[in-house]
């Protein structure tokens, strides 16, 4: 349970000030009541050290806390019981503080969106959909959508990684193999080649300059690589190869647009929903453009011609203000860029694969071939 700061005056009328340990504010003036203790003020206090701190829940707690929750309102239980039975329920180290921080702020009488908010662990999304949807009375279905649409984006993710699983691997393997050549196979067969006269092939000499290097400024390169990836993760920056640059495009194009179809439909105005939608994309600029064009008082699709949206795209939402049903327009958008991107993944896996066996079949017969050029040489001049 939280601990709250409190200040007040005892029975004998002596100001007096501490911390207690109660599930809510409420709680806290009762006990300090029973002590004989007149309260004034009484606020939750900070996090002591050693305690475990709070962090942005993961895109799978999102969407079970969503899914939790709604199940548990629908079934007709208060949203305090519901936070109570997840925090006892939950062995998540991340989320159990977060469900017990929510339960003592909603049981103190904040409201669930505040109380989502000032948490840290959620994303902005999921807390403006609360606030509408306690505002409408629909918080059941909103938190409904916000797990669907946290599990699309999940999906995606997943799906980007799966394709992505067997070029590395196939790269992991033809690099490793090459190294241990380079760097134990070949430097044994050079020394054979020392003690000969003549002057070794092309790919003989090749391949010993790269051995060599990779002896004296292998582990250089190693340790550069591996503070490049630190850096790389500490910074939140990825790196897009160029094959999978139009794939990323789509899927950044579904997972915006989902987004802000399921904002809409939430009561969410455009403008905000732009703001909120524009961190789901790498160029997020582009969307904050937007989102000031339309509050400027442009058409929503003269917004996306401008940022230089595809012509397709325009022309749904077009029609979709036009027939006044932008969020179908924008769903219908979503689910088209997937299966495009869907599509491109699956051609890229299936085209991966040969082109991978063959770039390590050839990495591994130069090597070859350089280390027998000499041999068979050698075997003609001893005939």
Known sequence: MPYFNYSGYDSKGKSTKGTIEAASSIQAVDRLTERG?????????????????????????????????ASYLKSGLPLADALRIMSKQTRDKVMKPVMEKLLAEVQGGRKFHTALAE??????????????????GTLI?????????????????????????????????????????LTYVVPKIS?????????????????????????????????????FLIIMKKTGK?????????????????????????????????????????S???KSQRWLDAAEMVKAGHKFEKALEKIGMPEDTVAIVRVGEMGSDLSGALTNISQQSRENAQSKMEKLSTLMEPIMVLGLGVSVGFIVLAILTPVFDLAGIVK
């Not at 050693?50 to 939790?68: D, P």
């Open 119 to 136: 948490s840290g662990a959620f994303r902005e999304s999921l807390w403006r959909v609360a606030e509408s949807g306690e505002q409408s």
């Open 238 to 278: 990825t790196i897009t190869l160029p094959f999978m640059k139009g794939i990323r495009d789509e899927l950044n194009l579904a997972l915006v647009m989902s987004h802000i179809s399921t904002l809409l439909k939430s009561g969410i105005p455009l403008v905000s929903a732009l703001k909120m939608a524009s």
């Open 141 to 181: 279905s909103v938190l409904t959508e916000a797990a669907d649409e946290f599990k699309l984006e999940d999906d995606l993710k997943r799906k980007i990684r799966g394709a992505m699983t067997y070029p590395i691997v196939m790269a992991v393997v033809g690099v490793g193999v090459v190294a241990f050549m």
């Open 280 to 282: 789901m994309d790498t």
């Open 37 to 69: 203790i007149v309260v004034v003020d009484v606020k939750i206090a900070e996090e002591k050290k050693g305690k475990v701190k709070i962090k942005m829940l993961s895109l799978e707690l999102h969407i079970f806390f969503c899914r939790s929750i």
């Open 191 to 227: 020394e054979l080649f020392e003690d000969m006269n003549q002057t070794l092939p092309l790919p003989t000499r090749i391949l010993i300059a790269m051995s060599d290097f990779l002896g004296n400024y292998g582990l250089w390169l190693l340790i550069a690589f591996t503070v």
